[in-house]
């Protein structure tokens, strides 16, 4: 076999794996459609900011199902701003994302997530509710603050009646 053949055949095998992966996202795309980050500016008076790189959002409880959520589908920089009303994700090229309150299910350590594994606890977990209902995870690795810091700021903003389990503990096991 001559080098060219070898050649034509790495360059093929690569633009095969390049479609297969590119139809793997549109077919996620239209799995998750449905499933879309809460936009909006940040709201209410600043507890805390903190940032650090967005790594992923999957299904609650799945750190291995990715979710394709508009607004959250790229791994990028982001900066998070937790305030009285809620949390906010701002991250560059994508409209501001405004968790508030009420949609927050929890907020825990992790130590790994889809394509991520990191020291133990070196991720920030969000569980938030989406608008069709689907309760997703979203994870963060700081990159400046302490992400017990963060962890806590957005413990404080569950109302009293949620349930008194300790939310921080939430990930742990990952």
């Known amino acids: 076999m001559t080098q060219e053949a070898a050649a034509l055949i790495l360059v093929g095998l690569a633009v095969v ?14 799995r998750d459609a449905g499933i879309a980050a809460p936009v909006g500016e940040r709201r209410g008076e600043i507890r805390g900011t903190f940032t650090g790189l967005y790594v992923a959002t999957t299904r609650h409880e799945a750190p291995l199902d990715r979710l394709n959520v508009r607004h959250l ?5 982001a900066t998070v701003v937790v305030t009285d009303a809620g949390v906010a994700l701002e991250l560059p ?5 405004f968790l508030d309150a009420a ?12 394509d991520r594994v990191v020291e133990n606890d070196g991720l920030v977990l969000i569980a938030w509710t989406a608008d069709d209902g689907t309760v997703c995870d979203t994870y963060l690795r700081l990159q400046d603050g302490d992400p017990d810091a963060l962890v ?11 349930s008194p389990s300790d939310s921080t503990q939430m990930g742990a096991q990952r």
């Open 73 to 77: 589908a790229f791994r990028a920089r």
């Open 152 to 162: 806590a700021e957005i413990a404080r903003l569950r109302t009293p009646t949620d």
């Open 93 to 97: 090229g994508s409209a501001p994302v």
């Open 17 to 30: 794996v390049l479609a297969l992966m590119a139809w793997g996202w549109r077919r996620r795309s239209r």
């Open 103 to 114: 949609r927050i299910e929890a907020a825990g350590r992790a130590t790994w997530t889809i």
